[in-house]
């Protein structure tokens, strides 16, 4: 089975540019979370769609938002960005019989704000 | 305090040695536990998952679970350099409404000395 896959891998942007990233998750996951990860905070959980609903919501400001398709596919919107948003985006998908909580992250997104 | 609490590293081990990684939590209701393993640069990797109290072993890692002081610990065995990475614990509920839903710890770097 093919992995987690995350577009683009990389991407560059001023403040308060928006920026689209997007998350296939692994065939019959139907279960897709976005965490972002940076050298002072950690890895830290944004949200999390299931059945094109979000589910789960961390503790970030309405400038971060997602969505999720009907095929799984998720995306993840950042508007006005902050240079405090510089961090790798990573995304994580589940399948939700067997091991519950186990998850798989994609290869992540790397965001620059500059 | 932290929901989920890590050794602040770094680690340091002679290639060979036994690598002992700890990990506390401060929710009761977490059921579901994992270690991750994050080379630099890249995603987290899941190594382990445990739910039951006691130790689980796969090839050199065992994972070590006494929920009655909220404590989970990851030894590897026969550390080789490869394993020099930054390892995560992450607990989840173990709720299919929570499952995409985990909770990480800062991460213990550790090195793996030849």
């Known amino acids: 089975k093919a992995g987690v896959t995350q577009t683009p891998r990389y991407l560059i942007k001023t403040r308060g540019q928006q920026v689209t990233l997007s998350c296939s998750p692994i065939?019959?996951?139907?279960?897709v979370s976005w965490y972002q990860q940076t050298p002072g905070q950690g890895l830290q959980f944004l949200f999390e769609?299931?059945?094109?609903?979000?589910?789960n919501k961390g503790n970030f400001p309405g400038r971060f938002s997602g969505r999720q398709f009907s095929n799984s596919r998720s995306e993840m919107n950042v508007s006005t960005l902050e240079l405090g948003d510089s961090a790798l985006y990573l995304c994580?998908?589940?399948?939700?019989?067997?091991?519950?909580?186990?998850?798989?992250f994609g290869p992540g997104t790397r965001l620059t704000v500059l | 305090q932290k929901e989920v609490e890590q050794n602040s590293g770094p680690l340091s081990v002679p290639e060979g040695a036994i690598a002992s990684l700890n990990c506390t939590y401060s929710d009761r209701v977490s059921q579901s536990f994992f270690w991750y393993r994050q080379y630099s640069g890249k995603s987290p990797e899941l190594i382990m998952s445990?739910?039951?109290?006691g130790d689980k072993e796969d090839g050199r890692f065992t994972a070590q679970l006494n929920k009655a002081s909220q404590y989970v610990s990851l030894l590897i065995r026969d550390s080789q350099p490869s394993d020099s990475a930054t390892y995560l614990c992450a607990v989840n509920d173990r709720k299919k409404t929570n499952a995409g839903k985990s909770t990480f710890g800062d991460g213990t770097t550790l090195t793996v000395k030849p």
């Open positions: 994580a998908s589940s399948n939700l019989a067997g091991d519950l909580g186990t998850q798989y």
């Open positions: 445990i739910y039951s109290n």
């Open positions: 065939s019959g996951h139907r279960s």
């Open positions: 769609y299931f059945s094109e609903t979000q589910r």
